[in-house]
Structures are given as structure tokens and as C-alpha cells.
């Protein structure tokens, strides 16, 4: 019984995906905040 790689793979780029978003997010806001 070995996990799919797919499956993992794809919740590994969601969750990248996500903290890059977040990440984005408070950067523009500090930058909007600063300037």
C-alpha cells in the first residue's frame, strides 16, 4: 500500500499555493500601510 504521489503532490501545491496568497496578501497590505 503506497500513497498516490499525485494526491500529495496536489495538497502540497494547495497548501504553497495558499501561504503564497497569504503571504501576498499581508505584504500589500504592510507596503499600503507604510506608504
Do not use: C, K, Q
Not at 494526491?7 to 506608504?35: H, K, Q
Amino acid at each position: 500500500m503506497a500513497p498516490a504521489p499525485i494526491p500529495t503532490l496536489s495538497e502540497w501545491g494547495m497548501i504553497i499555493f495558499s501561504l503564497l496568497l497569504a503571504g501576498s496578501a499581508i505584504w500589500m497590505m504592510r507596503r499600503r500601510r507604510v506608504s
